[in-house]
């Protein structure tokens, strides 16, 4: 079979790195893909937002399976341009892509189908968001932390978490008013904030079926301790000591398995990841988001430990036989550390030399995945935000994280940056 997977991420290198090993598949292409992608499969220079020139290369090019990575294709609907056609591909289409691309849609989703989620208020006007802040502060104090979220798609970037009126109604004014996300700050959403361990749970899902993978943790913020802005994503690892495996089971119980059936019951079928960002409090598990696709780089991390073949998975939720499909994981641990340009998530400058490849690739246990990264001329330059994870796998998480800086150690560009704790928490509470 052949398979087309769409992005150009890490994730999206993870994906074609375990998608070649497949006995089913003898062909990949990947549009539009990376440097680093370029050594497994076929880059193909199709954008992933365009959807007709997509379905017209899967058609012309016999692919019998489409593997979206990135959420914007989805929220635009690619699923239901390729599914009109014929074609067989790996995703929600655009109608329940929504608990992804609409934060209102989907906090109203938890609440009618009784997911634990915080408190929250959808406003589409700044007067009405300015009050809900006010009645908030007067209620909880005047130090307490409150949580501001553009409703639509912004790239990682559209949630604020602050502390104190003022900087509230900034953020509200920065997203209704400045707009600097757009129409995605049409409407906002206005959160109690919560605290503990978060953690990233994805879960293949046929419609019926749920099929978790194991679930990691993401670091989101720039820089250590988490400090510093929201980011992509700075690193993740798995197994999650913060997350054993009774916890986990509640998770898929109380809010996989109950947001499926909420959206079967709207009457629109969802096939492909659906993941969930919890967070652990002292008053038990919550929901932070749904996300309708893989996690980058939560996908670096977690596919090196399957060890059974994802193609059969992915079919089985395309085909709705995902219940038959067997899933074997090994019984390891993997450390992924992304190396980011100079600046980012701010501006950044791109086309920096990567030094140090083909040593940190032929390491033992250790992966590089590429994000931003493009070939120019025999060399490999920065071309993106984040550049590249690179991923240790190890007996403990300490032997793969060890694996993981030792990688990196011997990768460089100019302005290089990278979070020095990733999975240091974890270490910590073992
Ligand atoms: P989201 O895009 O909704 O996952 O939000 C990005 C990040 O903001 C999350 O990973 C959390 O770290 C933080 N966050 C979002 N919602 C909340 C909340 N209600 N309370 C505390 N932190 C939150
Ligand atoms: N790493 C977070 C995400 O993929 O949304």
């Not at 004014?173 to 707009?179: D, F, L, P, V």
């Not at 913020?221 to 986990?248: E, F, H, K, S, W």
């Not at 499926?260 to 709207?266: T, V």
């Not at 990841?273 to 977690?302: K, S």
Request: hydrophobic share 45%.
């Amino acid at each position: 079979m052949r398979v087309l997977v769409i992005g150009g991420g890490g994730r999206e290198h993870a994906l074609v790195w375990k998608i070649v090993q497949s006995p089913l598949v003898h062909r990949v292409y990947c549009a539009p893909g990376n440097a680093g992608i370029a050594q497994c499969a076929e880059c193909v220079a199709i954008r992933p937002t365009d959807l007709n020139a997509l379905a017209d290369f899967a058609e012309t090019h016999n692919v019998g399976l489409t593997v979206v990575g990135p959420e914007a294709p989805l929220a635009a609907g690619i699923v239901d341009i390729f599914e009109s056609r014929g074609l067989r591909i790996f995703g929600p289409s655009a109608d329940p892509a929504r608990i992804e691309s609409s934060k209102a849609f989907a906090r109203q989703l938890m609440r009618s189908a009784g997911i634990p989620c915080p408190e929250f208020w959808i406003c589409d006007t700044p007067t009405e968001a300015l009050d809900r802040i006010r009645e908030y502060f007067a209620a909880r104090g005047p130090e307490a932390r409150i949580v501001i979220k553009a409703d639509g798609l912004a790239a990682g970037k559209g949630v604020s978490v602050v502390q104190g009126e003022a900087a509230a109604q900034e953020a509200v004014h920065r997203i209704m008013s400045a707009r600097v996300f757009g129409a995605a700050g049409d409407r906002i959403v206005v959160e109690e904030c919560l605290h503990g361990e978060e953690a990233s749970i994805m879960a293949v899902t046929d419609g019926k079926t749920v099929v978790p993978l194991l679930p990691s943790q993401d670091h989101k913020r720039a820089c250590d301790n988490d400090q510093g802005p929201n980011t992509g994503g700075m690193g993740a690892y798995t197994p999650v000591p913060a997350l054993p495996p009774p916890l986990l089971a509640e998770a898929i119980e109380r809010i996989l398995h109950p947001a499926i059936a909420a959206i079967y019951e709207l009457g629109i079928p969802y096939q492909g990841v659906l993941y969930a960002g919890v967070m652990i409090t002292d008053q038990g598990l919550q929901t932070i988001e749904f996300n309708c696709r893989f996690g980058d780089p939560e996908t670096q991390v977690v596919l090196p430990l399957l060890q059974s073949d994802l193609v059969p998975l992915l079919l089985g939720a395309v085909d709705g036989t995902l219940e038959a499909v067997p899933v074997q994981w090994r019984d390891s641990a993997a450390v992924g550390v992304v190396a980011a340009s100079g600046g980012y998530p701010g501006d950044y400058e791109v086309g920096k030399v990567i030094a140090g490849l083909d040593v940190a690739s032929t390491l033992p246990d250790t992966l590089v995945f590429h994000s931003g990264t493009r070939q120019q001329g025999d060399q490999i330059v920065t071309d993106g935000g984040r550049v590249l994870t690179v991923v240790g796998v190890g007996a403990t998480l300490l032997d793969a994280a060890a694996r993981a800086y030792d990688g990196l150690g011997h990768i460089h560009f100019d302005r290089m940056h990278f979070r020095k704790d990733i999975a240091a928490r974890a270490l910590k509470l073992l």
